[in-house]
């Protein structure tokens, strides 16, 4: 019987593998500068500030300036011989036409005075959608260092479980040595040596099974990152600190004054009751005025100044149901954005609430694997000395060891089950980075 060699995955790397490792926080920040999502949510408050830029220009005034070539050609005609009786009273004369070439140019400001809250609504419409967009890009940054803390202390939990089956592929070779010295000094049969090489041949294939998965893990963190997955990225090994304060009633204060998406989701709603209110004043009267001067002649003579002051009032007799229907949308999208506020308060009670259960469940099993480990590596010993000494069986220390290698595993997924439970409480109140909120 032979060791098997476990098998090494080797993938192309646009990095060199010596590259500086990752910490966390490192990881997050490079992610909420690389990740598509965080980028999208950038633009999209781009859009949401310059659509307040165009708002807001309705209550300033506008200048403009133009100029008119005019070609214009007047045609007469003639009038007709007029009788009256035998008599002719009157020749008519020839038709005429005259042409003339005018040029006229003008400057001068529009300015809206009063239409009845509409343009503000729609500037305070604007503006709270803007501050939504605003708290959404901090809401996905949430979202996006929560992703990246999974898939960071996931690959973590990958690497310490391939910990544990080199471990267990080194005790494995252990046991076949032992296994194959009582062999050729007679006292054991040569079934425990083919035992021995059964169970070291599933300990390579737990070996290369745990190598892969790291594999995967680490590609999952580079597309967390924004990163190509073929990139090499090491990370170091780190874990979530714990929270200052548990307290449910502090946590869910700490939520509803820091969850973005909950003041995305309340700044829209404002904005949307703007929006009614603009919707409401649509066919009001618009009070507008212009002031201009303007220059008008012929193109070969002088130009003359002409002031001009108006004082214009705009409405609509009937605008053909527009108001109704403006009103109606408006109506439905605050209904709509007040359905979105209470599903995400739900959200965050329910994310909070189950955070802190699983963090409390993490902590009691961490404590009880840390001495599952203590217990089987005793077990392990004792087993491999009364085999040692024909006081026991093989069938004893693979078992001794098999349980060895489920407590090592129960502990790294209980340290990482405890990660994630604190990181999701910390996403719960929105603060991914501080570790006193």
Do not use: C
């Amino acid at each position: 019987a032979k060791p098997m060699v476990p098998f090494k995955i080797v993938l192309p790397s646009e990095e060199d593998s010596s590259t500086e490792s990752l910490d966390l926080v490192d990881a997050i920040v490079r992610a909420w500068e690389n990740e598509p999502d965080v980028l999208e949510a950038a633009g999209t408050l781009r859009i949401r500030e310059g659509s307040v830029v165009t708002q807001r220009s309705a209550l300033n005034p506008r200048i403009s300036a133009g100029s008119t070539y005019s070609h214009v050609t007047t045609n007469s005609a003639g009038g007709g011989t007029v009788i009256v009786g035998n008599q002719v009273i009157g020749a008519g004369s020839n038709g005429s036409s005259n042409t003339s070439d005018r040029l006229s140019h003008r400057i001068g400001f529009d300015q809206l005075l009063f239409d009845f809250g509409r343009t503000r609504n729609l500037i305070l419409e604007a503006d709270l959608l803007q501050q939504a967009s605003a708290a959404n890009l901090l809401s996905v940054k949430n979202d996006v260092a929560l992703n990246v803390k999974e898939q960071f202390y996931r690959l973590i939990l990958a690497q310490r479980l391939v910990e544990v089956s080199e471990n267990d592929l080194a005790n494995r070779q252990k046991q076949l040595s032992l296994s194959r010295a009582l062999y050729e000094a007679g006292e054991m049969a040569p079934g425990d040596v083919v035992r021995s090489q059964a169970a070291l041949s599933n300990s390579v294939v737990s070996l290369n099974q745990a190598n892969l998965e790291t594999e995967v893990a680490r590609q999952d963190l580079n597309v967390s990152l924004g990163l190509s997955p073929l990139t090499f990225v090491a990370v170091k090994e780190s874990s979530e600190p714990d929270l200052p304060n548990k307290d449910l009633a502090y946590l869910l204060e700490k939520a509803r004054e820091q969850r973005p998406d909950l003041l995305s989701s309340q700044r829209t709603v404002k904005a949307r009751k703007a929006g009614l209110g603009a919707a409401y004043a649509l066919n009001k009267p618009e009070l507008s005025t212009f002031t201009g001067v303007t220059y008008q002649g012929t193109l070969d003579g002088v130009q003359y100044p002409t002031l001009t002051a108006q004082l214009n009032l705009t409405f609509d007799v009937y605008d053909g149901g527009a108001r109704a229907g403006a009103v109606t949308t408006a109506e439905g999208a605050l209904e709509v954005s007040l359905a979105q506020l209470k599903r995400t308060e739900l959200q965050v009670e329910q994310l909070l609430s189950r955070a802190l259960i699983q963090l409390a469940t993490a902590e009691e099993n961490v404590a009880s694997a840390r001495d599952g480990v203590e217990s089987a590596n005793e077990g392990v010993r004792i087993e491999e000395g009364r085999y040692r000494v024909a006081l026991g069986t093989l069938t004893d220390v693979l078992a001794a060891q098999a349980a060895l290698v489920q407590s090592q595993t129960n502990l790294a997924t209980s340290l990482n089950a405890l990660n994630l439970a604190r990181a999701r409480a910390r996403y719960s109140v929105a603060a991914p980075l501080e570790e006193n909120f």
